[in-house]
Each structure stands twice: as structure tokens, then as C-alpha cells.
């Protein structure tokens, strides 16, 4: 609970930073939220760098055109014409260079000029500090705002995609909204995209389930959760149908494979936590991201499968993952097989 109210100060304190006009010198930006990186990195950018200026005062370096006195030098460089300058820098593993540029980069990330702000963003890569190596991690403690922009809780998301149908001249309910948030996995850079596709596709004022099924190509766990939810119900013939969607999505079969496996460790975790009388805190505390609502329909689907069916369901999936790799049988029939397995297991 402390590490997410963390997590929303140093974002507000970056909102407050931006209404006021008054950007701090270093930031990093990092987290699975894409969506909300590049909203805030555009804004910074938009408050600090005139446009007729931009070629003389922004300076962007990637992995690929990475050079440390390059980046020294982009630093430590005047304004043209303008009171600030920004320098961006993508995807740099900072504590993987080597102890020279590393105690450099320290040096340079302690005396960043007033009129500088500094953003490293992790979209691609990872933002993994080693704090061992103090002379580089000292100055970033010491003087960057680290804003980690993560998944969006439902009631937040659900706000979000009305404002925007709305935007559009569309209504939905909070029911297809929570839908969408499963088909899409949840991010707002896919959400944007599917809400774009449904106004576009849907003639009506109104969205109906059938404008987001038609238009809607859903992520491969949240088939995965349609399909165990269907196992739970007693609807073989649905849970079938799922799988053969998955196929028809060209999904690799180890792919599903291996997003049913972890679905259904999930659920055998959730069981023993109701077995035990215990909340669905405690099952997201033991996987960092589950969210309350997806967290929430776990739990509930786990009720309705015994711990034996949950032991023998980890064992088919092990099966199955050893015959794909051996067998000469097709990958879709093993996958067909052991969804029979399980349904009647279950």
C-alpha cells in the first residue's frame, strides 16, 4: 500500500509541477501505462521547448545514438532563444555501463544546469536500479523524480473510456466498459486504439456489446479467462469455441499453452486462499499487478473448482506441454485434449 501511494505522489507532485509551470530538472518515466508516459512526456515537452526553437534547444538520444559526452554536451548547452532546454533519453540501461561512465553519468546527473530537465523514459527496456553502485544512484535518489506510470484501477478506467465515447458523440454502460477492459487487457495505448475502432464501426448513439465484439480483437489472456470461466459454468462446448478462437488468431499453441498453465495457477492459488478464509488482497499481494477486479472474478471462479481438480489441472498442463514438444500429434489437437481433460476433471 505504501509503494502505490508512492507511486501516485510522485505523479502528482509531476501534475502539480506542470500546472504550475515549474518542471523540476530530472525526471525518469517508467512503467507498463505507455499511454500515460508519452501524455506526460508531451506535456513536459509542450511546456518547455517552442516549437520554433525545438531544433536548438530538444535533444533526444536512444539506445541505438547513445553517447555519454554527447549527452554531457546536450546538458550542458544554452538555450537559443528560449529560457529552457529538455534532453530526452530513451531506453538506457544506466547501471550497465561500465564504472567510468557510470561514476560519470553520476557527476553529470548531480550539477544539471537550472535551465535543463533531463527525462530518461523505459519504454522498451526496463528501469532496473542497482543501488550498489552509490556514485550513479546517490545523485538519481538525491535528485530525480521518478514517476512510475502504472495500469489504471477499473473505477479510473471506466471515467476514462465514458470521457472519451463521449468525446465521440457515443454512450456506454459501465458494464461494457468493464468488457472492453477485459478484452483489451486493461491498457489505456489499447483502449484508445479499440474506442477509435467502435465509434468508427458503430452507427448508434448508443454502444451495444455486439459494436465491441464485431470491431474488438481480444488479448490472448483475457480469451484464456472466458475460457475457465467457462470450465467453471459447465459450458464445455463455449470453452471449446474459445480455444478455437485463439487458433483462428493465429496464436502459437505453447503460447495458449502457457497463458491457460498460468491462468490455472492462479485459480489454485486462489483456492487455497479461500480454502483458508483469506481476501483477494492477499492473492493480489502474491502476484504485483492483479488488479481488484480481475483479482475479484479469480477468486470466484476458484469456488467453483475442487483442490483436487486444481492438482490435476497443473499436472495436464506439464502433460501436454511435453507431448507438444515430443509427440508427433498436431499442437491444436493436444490443446483440443486437454481441454476435454479438464472439462471433465472439472
Known sequence: MAKQQEKQDTLQELKQALKEKDPGRLYIFHGEETFLLHHYLGQLKKLLIDELTESFNFHRLTNESFDLQMFADAVENLPMMAERTMVQVDDIDLFKMNETDRNRMGEILDDIPDYCTVVFTYETASWNPDKRFKRLWD????????VEFAKQEQRDLIAWITR????????ISSNLCIYLIELT??????L???????CAYSGSEEICRADIDAVVEPVLDAVVYQMTDFLGQKQYAKALEKLHQLLKMQQEPLAILGAIGSHLRKISTARVLVDNGRQVSELMSLYPGLKNYPAGKIMDSARRFSPDFCKRAAELVLETDYRIKTSFDTPERLLELLLLQLAQGA
Open 185 to 190: 487487457g486493461g491498457t489505456m495505448t489499447a
Open 164 to 171: 472519451h465515447f463521449l468525446a465521440n458523440q457515443k454512450r
Open 139 to 146: 545523485p538519481i535518489a538525491e535528485n530525480a523524480a521518478i
Open 192 to 198: 484508445n486504439g479499440e474506442i477509435n475502432k467502435i
